[in-house]
């Protein structure tokens, strides 16, 4: 099958195209930037701009699935470009998939489409959205950016949303990091006294890029699927990645509203450095720490996340040798 993956040379696009490569589809991996190792032979690399309509539809020709992957993550509470590329890259990715007659979509939304500090202590697909303006940009625009898909669905393009939790573990070859990876290298490097209380659902990226495989194949047309995986203490994570390398995890927690009071003073420093880690968004979700509910996935998709030790554990064993998960090894992006 001839499949499209926008956002390939990504974090998560990297994962998928290494399942998309091993069950034998011919992949054209849409990015700005291509890596300098091909991933596999039945992987077509070429440019677009998911802000161009016509630089979209002349990547998507013939593809019978696209999966749309391209997002702008940010804690900023404003950024002009997020808000572009998270809602109207979703809607001219979605008409040009319309227009070149793709059978199906597979866009991948967020968590963060879904008012984590409204919703109760608990999500699943009922739960309130990010439509409070007072939210910070990646939320309101990962739930814009669904708005904008329905407007295509509407018109007859068959699309099915997933949105996936926190997301960590190997292949990552960003640079940086990604923000959870990061923490949990210095982590397992022993560098890490003590961590910000608070929890998170995290799922390990592999299981994203299953899911998503999975509600390509048999997602209903429409609706949305949590891509969770398991609620654990950021203090907990960093302790298991120490003792997976061999070191002393943190000895305590700093309480996070403690750290929020904190925020007008702190996040200032952090533009200066062009950083956005100490940020309201950044610490919102970890003082809220609301309970995913993923049971709709597992129903309707066969979705089943792996165990976080066995994810740690991988992503541990990754940082020290990426060869030993990934026989492709380092790639550099060009």
Same mark, same amino acid.
């Given at each position: 099958?001839?499949?499209?993956?926008?956002?390939?040379?990504?974090?998560?696009g990297?994962n998928?195209?290494r399942?998309?490569?091993?069950?034998?589809?011919?992949?054209?991996?849409?990015?700005?930037?291509?890596?300098?190792?091909?991933?596999?032979?039945?992987?077509?690399?070429?440019?677009?701009?998911?802000?161009?309509?016509?630089s979209?539809?002349?990547?998507?020709?013939?593809?019978?699935?696209?999966? $749309?992957?391209?997002?702008?993550?940010?804690?900023?509470?404003k950024?002009?470009?997020?808000?572009?590329?998270?809602?109207?890259?979703?809607?001219?990715?979605?008409?040009?998939?319309?227009?070149?007659?793709?059978r199906?979509?597979?866009?991948?939304?967020?968590?963060?489409?879904?008012?984590?500090?409204?919703?109760?202590?608990?999500?699943?697909?009922?739960?309130?959205?990010?439509?409070?303006?007072?939210?910070?940009?990646?939320?309101?625009?990962?739930?814009?950016?669904?708005?904008?898909?329905?407007t295509?669905?509407d018109?007859?393009?068959?699309?099915?949303?997933?949105?996936p939790?926190?997301?960590?573990?190997?292949?990552?070859?960003s640079?940086?990091?990604?923000?959870?990876?990061?923490?949990?290298?210095?982590?397992?490097?022993?560098?890490?006294?003590?961590?910000?209380g608070?929890?998170?659902?995290?799922?390990?990226?592999?299981?994203?890029?299953?899911?998503?495989?999975?509600?390509?194949?048999?997602?209903?047309?429409?609706?949305?699927?949590?891509?969770?995986?398991?609620?654990?203490?950021?203090l907990?994570?960093?302790?298991?990645?120490?003792? $997976?390398?061999?070191?002393?995890?943190?000895?305590?927690?700093?309480?996070?509203?403690?750290v929020?009071?904190?925020?007008?003073?702190?996040?200032?420093?952090?533009?200066?450095?062009?950083?956005?880690?100490?940020?309201?968004?950044?610490?919102?979700?970890?003082?809220s720490?609301?309970?995913?509910?993923?049971?709709?996935?597992?129903?309707e998709?066969?979705?089943?996340?792996?165990?976080?030790?066995?994810?740690?554990?991988?992503?541990?064993?990754?940082?020290?040798?990426?060869?030993?998960?990934?026989?492709?090894?380092?790639?550099q992006?060009?």
């Amino acid at each position: 099958m001839k499949v499209a993956v926008t956002g390939a040379a990504g974090y998560l696009g990297t994962n998928l195209l290494r399942l998309l490569a091993e069950r034998g589809h011919q992949v054209t991996a849409i990015d700005r930037a291509f890596p300098d190792e091909r991933s596999a032979p039945n992987v077509t690399w070429v440019h677009g701009d998911v802000l161009d309509p016509l630089s979209m539809r002349t990547a998507l020709a013939g593809a019978e699935v696209v999966y $749309h992957l391209v997002a702008v993550i940010t804690l900023a509470e404003k950024n002009d470009l997020a808000w572009r590329v998270n809602t109207e890259g979703v809607r001219v990715v979605a008409e040009a998939a319309l227009a070149v007659g793709a059978r199906r979509m597979v866009h991948t939304s967020s968590i963060h489409a879904f008012d984590q500090y409204n919703c109760g202590g608990r999500i699943d697909e009922s739960a309130p959205r990010s439509t409070n303006p007072e939210l910070p940009v990646y939320d309101r625009s990962k739930w814009a950016g669904e708005v904008a898909l329905r407007t295509v669905i509407d018109q007859g393009l068959d699309a099915v949303l997933c949105n996936p939790t926190g997301v960590f573990g190997p292949l990552d070859y960003s640079k940086p990091l990604s923000r959870i990876n990061r923490t949990l290298k210095d982590a397992a490097l022993g560098r890490i006294p003590a961590m910000i209380g608070g929890g998170f659902d995290l799922v390990d990226v592999r299981d994203v890029a299953e899911g998503l495989l999975s509600a390509g194949e048999r997602g209903r047309t429409g609706e949305n699927y949590l891509l969770g995986g398991s609620m654990i203490s950021m203090l907990e994570l960093c302790r298991v990645a120490a003792a $997976h390398g061999g070191k002393r995890g943190p000895k305590f927690a700093v309480p996070p509203k403690l750290v929020s009071g904190m925020i007008p003073i702190l996040a200032p420093i952090g533009k200066l450095f062009n950083s956005d880690i100490v940020s309201k968004a950044a610490l919102g979700a970890l003082i809220s720490a609301p309970v995913v509910d993923h049971g709709k996935a597992e129903r309707e998709l066969g979705y089943r996340p792996r165990p976080l030790d066995e994810t740690v554990r991988d992503l541990v064993a990754f940082f020290d040798d990426p060869a030993r998960l990934d026989p492709l090894g380092a790639r550099q992006i060009a």
